[in-house]
Nanobody, 121 residues
Framework: QVQLVESGGGLVQAGGSLRLSCAAS????????MGWYRQAPGKQRELVAT???????NYADSVKGRFTISRDNAKNTVYLQMNSLEPEDTAVYYC???????????????WGKGTLVTVSS
């Protein structure tokens, strides 16, 4: 009964910015790492950025310096601020989270349904 719902995708011109949000809801005991992945047409899904519960971040080389991941633990929400967008950033962006639904030793991996980001040249 855990859901991840993304929002904030859309159409933007190259050089522009978008902010994606992903809110987790349902029976949540704790959330470990959260992250964003993307899948462009005809390509495999790839990691964009991750953030741990303590705030440590990791980025794909292709987005370093342009994208910033953050989270609000009180709201069970993760964000992705995307600046200096390029046509190559066009993809469906998926939210991912490792969530415990009780006092369990390990969490389970959950995915959102994705939000489309289109960057025009």
């Amino acid at each position: 009964q855990v859901q991840l719902v993304e929002s904030g995708g859309g159409l933007v011109q190259a050089g522009g910015s978008l902010r994606l949000s992903c809110a987790a809801s349902g029976i949540i005991f704790s959330i470990n790492a959260m992250g964003w992945y993307r899948q462009a047409p005809g390509k495999q899904r790839e990691l964009v950025a991750t953030i741990t519960s303590s705030g440590s971040t990791n980025y794909a080389d292709s987005v370093k310096g342009r994208f910033t991941i953050s989270r609000d633990n009180a709201k069970n929400t993760v964000y992705l601020q995307m600046n200096s967008l390029e046509p190559e950033d066009t993809a469906v962006y998926y939210c991912n989270a490792d969530i415990k639904t009780g006092p369990l030793p390990v969490g389970r991996n959950y995915w959102g349904k994705g939000t489309l980001v289109t960057v025009s040249s």
